[in-house]
């Protein structure tokens, strides 16, 4: 992924330490893209960050920039209030970027991080250097790092409920930007510019008008990425999504350099004729690549501690690490995946699709045919499913209760219920409870974004994530994303179908993971321990030691699912003690 380094100083400031740092950035791949008198510029690969003046000089955007797929080319206002223009920016365009407004001498005033949140964005002052920044390097910290602290009740948030991984910075004197938000640099301030709610409203309640708009959206976004990237890869699963992305890049004018895929070391997990009957519709050869049981290693987490906030993008580092081999050995500079298709398309077989359902279609829904498929795709009785629906309330606040890992000890922070809640899934107490539900998918798809291996190997690109896909499904009621409950997906389905080999379009099941993740995890008993147990979270009381002993268990993880837990909490002990260790200066 490319990184950029924005710096500006004043006559106040110290010069020799703003001068080193633009000298060291230079040393260290950053190429000059803009020099002020005041201000410097910097970026490096893999994909350099474009630059792009879309109003005027003052007001900076980094990443990719596409106009908007509905055909709005209102222009930004060069000068007025930047909340407003930021909104209008998001209007006009889609992407991949930061937005920067800045002083006529190239201070930094605020940062519009974009709905995507495709690039982090962090920043501070240091002897009077303003830092701007994608990347929390070592040698730029070792320079010019200012007082950091860790908020305890944050990091407890975070085990509390995985998703706020995504949500606020755990790093006190760091300004850290999130995604869809505008902040204020000169003042505690941020205001909230793009939320998933805002466009739940129903845009169409026909089928056919849906799909056709579905594949427009996701075909215009692969057309608009096959232009800017040089040399692109794709990872494909054997599963849905990967597929329509793999077809949909290619039909956008794409000549991928690899299409990868890492398969299961046991049946369940092993998609490859997927894959081969993928590629002999689109006419590719897959790079495939076994999944190895290896134990995790202290050094194995590294990787997820460098960024702002903990790195959960890179705790299957088996198949990061492969993934990112492969992107370097293929040489290629962006990886498109199908991430995010299982919300954004709305795989999720649940009761509350019912719940939805009734409140769409009416009474009448309990006599639709629909009603009998989805009772034996969620395995409840159509009773189950109507009770569910009739006794759920209209207004109800998002209960996250159940998403807190099992080795957490909710008595070690405080906790507030509406504080704690990820900033995109408030206001959701009117949205019907499946609708919240691929709200929440989409909030835990910003994960896809934070660093990794792969994201230090190639440009990660999730297009089902994009800006113009995520805004129409949200649009698009789970009713008619499922077609009343029938199967999984079935709109997307109904839009891809010409692109897409029968035994993928009509398939209902998935990889299976299970065994491979349970083995591995038993393989690391003795790290986890060390790493967990020996750690600051245990120091702290966060996990409880007892339940985390008891877990540590080889039939445990091998049968009763914690694993994700562990990989969980390895990350946010590997990101503690690094942000501890540069706290105090070591």
Same mark, same amino acid.
């Given at each position: 992924?490319?990184?950029?380094?924005?710096?500006?100083?004043?006559?106040?400031?110290?010069?020799?330490?703003?001068?080193?740092?633009? +000298?060291?950035?230079?040393?260290?791949?950053?190429?000059?893209?803009?020099?002020?008198?005041?201000?410097?510029?910097?970026?490096?690969?893999?994909?350099?960050?474009?630059?792009?003046?879309? &109003?005027?000089?003052?007001?900076?955007?980094? @990443?990719?920039?596409?106009?908007? #797929?509905? @055909?709005?080319?209102?222009?930004?206002?060069?000068?007025?209030?930047?909340?407003?223009?930021?909104?209008?920016?998001?209007?006009? =365009?889609?992407?991949?970027?930061?937005?920067?407004?800045?002083?006529?001498?190239?201070?930094?005033?605020?940062?519009?991080?974009?709905?995507?949140?495709?690039?982090?964005?962090?920043?501070?002052? =240091?002897?009077?250097?303003?830092?701007?920044?994608?990347?929390?390097?070592?040698?730029?910290? /070792?320079?010019?790092?200012?007082?950091?602290?860790?908020?305890?009740?944050?990091?407890?948030?975070?085990?509390?409920?995985?998703?706020?991984?995504t949500a606020a910075s755990p790093l006190i004197?760091?300004?850290?930007? /999130?995604?869809?938000?505008?902040?204020?640099?000169?003042?505690?301030?941020?205001?909230?510019?793009?939320?998933?709610?805002?466009?739940?409203?129903?845009?169409?309640?026909?089928?056919?008008?849906?799909?056709?708009?579905?594949?427009?959206?996701?075909?215009?976004?692969?057309?608009?990425?096959?232009?800017?990237?040089?040399?692109? @890869?794709?990872?494909?699963?054997?599963?849905?999504?990967?597929?329509?992305?793999?077809?949909?890049?290619?039909?956008?004018?794409?000549?991928?350099?690899?299409?990868?895929?890492?398969?299961?070391?046991?049946?369940?997990?092993?998609?490859?004729?997927?894959? *081969?009957?993928?590629?002999?519709?689109? @006419?590719?050869?897959?790079?495939?690549?076994?999944?190895?049981?290896?134990?995790?290693?202290?050094?194995?987490?590294?990787?997820?501690?460098?960024?702002?906030? %903990?790195?959960?993008?890179?705790?299957? =580092? $088996?198949?990061?690490?492969?993934?990112?081999?492969?992107?370097?050995? +293929?040489?290629?500079?962006?990886?498109?995946?199908?991430?995010?298709?299982?919300?954004?398309?709305?795989?999720?077989?649940?009761?509350?699709?019912?719940?939805?359902?009734?409140?769409?279609?009416?009474?009448? +829904?309990?006599?639709? %045919?629909?009603?009998?498929?989805?009772?034996?795709?969620?395995?409840?009785?159509?009773? $189950?499913?109507?009770?569910?629906?009739?006794?759920?309330?209209?207004?109800?606040?998002?209960?996250?209760?159940?998403?807190?890992?099992?080795?957490?000890?909710?008595?070690?922070?405080?906790?507030?219920?509406?504080?704690?809640?990820?900033?995109?899934?408030?206001?959701?107490?009117?949205?019907?409870?499946?609708?919240?539900?691929?709200?929440?998918?989409?909030?835990?798809?910003?994960?896809?974004?934070?660093?990794?291996?792969?994201?230090?190997?190639?440009?990660?690109?999730?297009?089902?994530? &994009?800006?113009?896909?995520? /805004?129409?499904?949200?649009? #698009?009621?789970?009713?008619?994303?499922?077609?009343?409950?029938?199967?999984?997906? *079935?709109?997307a389905r109904a839009a891809f179908a010409d692109?897409?080999?029968?035994?993928?379009?009509?398939? *209902?099941?998935?990889?299976?993971?299970?065994?491979?993740?349970?083995?591995?995890?038993?393989?690391?008993?003795?790290?986890?321990?060390?790493?967990?147990?020996?750690?600051?979270? &245990?120091?702290?009381?966060?996990?409880?030691?007892?339940?985390?002993?008891? #877990?540590?268990?080889?039939?445990?993880?091998?049968?009763?699912?914690?694993? %994700?837990?562990?990989?969980?909490?390895?990350?946010?002990?590997?990101?503690? *003690?690094?942000?501890?260790?540069?706290?105090?200066?070591?």
């Amino acid at each position: 992924m490319g990184h950029f380094l924005h710096l500006a100083w004043s006559d106040t400031s110290n010069l020799a330490l703003a001068e080193g740092l633009v +000298a060291e950035a230079q040393a260290r791949g950053f190429v000059p893209v803009q020099v002020m008198e005041q201000a410097w510029l910097g970026t490096k690969g893999p994909r350099p960050l474009a630059v792009h003046h879309p &109003a005027g000089e003052h007001l900076l955007v980094l @990443g990719d920039l596409f106009d908007a #797929l509905d @055909g709005d080319r209102t222009p930004i206002p060069t000068h007025g209030d930047d909340a407003d223009r930021a909104r209008a920016l998001i209007r006009r =365009y889609w992407g991949r970027y930061i937005g920067m407004f800045r002083t006529p001498r190239g201070q930094v005033r605020q940062i519009l991080r974009d709905p995507s949140g495709a690039h982090e964005c962090a920043a501070w002052r =240091y002897e009077g250097v303003q830092v701007v920044t994608s990347e929390l390097s070592d040698w730029l910290l /070792e320079s010019a790092a200012p007082p950091v602290q860790i908020d305890w009740d944050v990091v407890g948030g975070l085990l509390r409920d995985p998703i706020n991984a995504t949500a606020a910075s755990p790093l006190i004197g760091i300004r850290v930007a /999130e995604a869809g938000d505008l902040t204020d640099l000169n003042a505690r301030r941020t205001t909230p510019l793009w939320r998933p709610v805002d466009f739940t409203a129903s845009v169409t309640s026909d089928p056919r008008e849906a799909a056709a708009w579905l594949r427009g959206r996701i075909d215009g976004c692969l057309a608009a990425f096959a232009k800017v990237i040089e040399r692109p @890869g794709v990872e494909v699963s054997g599963g849905l999504d990967s597929a329509i992305v793999a077809g949909g890049f290619q039909a956008g004018g794409a000549t991928p350099h690899l299409w990868f895929n890492m398969f299961g070391p046991f049946a369940e997990g092993d998609e490859r004729r997927f894959v *081969r009957t993928l590629g002999d519709r689109l @006419g590719f050869e897959p790079h495939c690549v076994q999944r190895a049981i290896r134990p995790m290693t202290t050094e194995g987490f590294e990787v997820t501690a460098r960024g702002p906030r %903990p790195g959960v993008n890179g705790r299957d =580092y $088996s198949f990061d690490t492969a993934v990112a081999e492969a992107c370097r050995e +293929a040489g290629v500079d962006a990886l498109l995946t199908g991430k995010g298709g299982d919300g954004v398309f709305f795989q999720m077989g649940v009761p509350d699709i019912f719940t939805d359902v009734l409140r769409e279609r009416g009474l009448g +829904a309990v006599f639709s %045919p629909a009603l009998p498929q989805l009772a034996r795709w969620t395995r409840r009785s159509t009773w $189950s499913l109507l009770r569910t629906a009739l006794s759920t309330p209209r207004r109800a606040p998002l209960d996250r209760s159940a998403r807190r890992l099992s080795i957490f000890n909710p008595e070690s922070v405080s906790h507030d219920a509406e504080r704690d809640l990820h900033p995109w899934l408030r206001g959701l107490e009117t949205v019907p409870p499946a609708k919240r539900l691929q709200i929440e998918s989409v909030a835990a798809g910003l994960a896809y974004q934070s660093q990794c291996r792969r994201t230090e190997a190639a440009d990660l690109i999730h297009p089902l994530l &994009a800006q113009p896909v995520v /805004e129409l499904a949200l649009g #698009l009621s789970v009713p008619l994303l499922t077609d009343d409950g029938r199967a999984d997906r *079935r709109l997307a389905r109904a839009a891809f179908a010409d692109r897409l080999p029968p035994e993928i379009l009509h398939r *209902r099941s998935k990889g299976e993971m299970t065994a491979y993740f349970g083995r591995q995890a038993a393989a690391s008993i003795p790290f986890l321990r060390d790493h967990l147990l020996g750690g600051r979270l &245990a120091a702290r009381g966060l996990i409880d030691r007892g339940r985390t002993e008891a #877990l540590l268990d080889p039939d445990r993880l091998l049968w009763k699912g914690s694993v %994700p837990d562990f990989t969980m909490a390895a990350v946010m002990e590997s990101w503690v *003690r690094r942000w501890e260790a540069i706290g105090a200066g070591v």
